[in-house]
C-alpha cells in the first residue's frame, strides 16, 4: 500500500525506491536523422530495455514508464497503430525475460480501448511474473492522471454509496487506495527526456513530492550513463517534505 508523502513522510535513500520515466523524443531523434517518427519509438524499445537493467543494476525496486497517453489518441492513425503493434511484438518478445530476471510486469491505464488480443497478452505478462519481486516495472498506456484521480473517485463511491452523504468523511487516503498504482511507493525521480519541461498529464497525484529531473537527451539516445547523472542529480537533492534545512540537519544527527 501506498504511503503519501501529505501524510508521512518516507525515509530518504540514496537509490531512488521508485523512479518514473517519461521516455520522450522519439519522433525527433528520427526526424534529426530523415528517418520517419516511427523509426524513433523502434529504437526506442532498446532504451527501455537498457533503463530496465540500470534500473535493476542499482537498485531501484519499481520502475514506471509512460508509453502511451490518453492523449496519444490524436496522433496519426499510422502511429497510433505502429505504437501498439510495437508494444504487442515487444511483449511476446521480452516477457520471459523479464520474467527469468525476477521482474513483476504490470500496465497500468485504461486497457478497455486496447483490441482484445493486447489485452489478453498484458492479461498473461502479469500474471507470469506476478510471483516476481526483483524489480516491479509498470507500463503506463492510454494512462492519464486525470483518468486516474476520476476512476479512484468513482470506485471509492461506488465501494462506500453513503459518502455522497458525508462527504467531509473522505480522506486522502480512501482516494490514494484506489488509485491505479495503489501498491507502490509514491515517486522518488521523475525523469523526462527530449527537452520537454511538463507533465503531460501523467501521474498528477503521486508526483506531489517528487524530484523532477529534465534531460535534453532524446529517448533512444537514453543510455547507463545518462541514467548515472540522473541517479547523481537525484543524490544532490534535500528533500524536505515542507520541513526546514535546519530541521533536516538535526534530525540526521541522532
Ligand atoms: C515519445 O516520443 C513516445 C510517445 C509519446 C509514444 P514522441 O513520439 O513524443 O517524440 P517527439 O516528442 O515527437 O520527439
Ligand atoms: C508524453 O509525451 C507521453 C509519453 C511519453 C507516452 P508527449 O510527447 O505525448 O507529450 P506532449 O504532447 O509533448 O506534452
Ligand atoms: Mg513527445
Redesign the pocket.
Known sequence: MSVSSTQSIPDATDTPRHVVI??????????QRFLP?TA??VR?VQAVRRAIEGCGRAGVKYLTL????SE?WR?PQE?VSL?MRLFVQTLEKEVGKLAEQGVRLRVVGDLSAFEPRLQDLIKAAEARTAHNDVLHLTIAANYGGRWDILQATRQLLKDHPELAQTPDAITESMLAERLSMAWAPEPDLFIRT?G?QRVSNFLIWQLAYTEMYFTPT??PDFDADALGLAFDWYRQRERRFGRTSEQLAKKSKY
Open positions: 517519461i521516455m520522450d523524443g522519439n519522433g525527433r531523434w528520427a526526424t517518427r524513433g519509438h526506442g509512460f508509453a502511451f497517453s496519444n496522433r502511429e505504437l527530449g520537454e532524446y529517448w
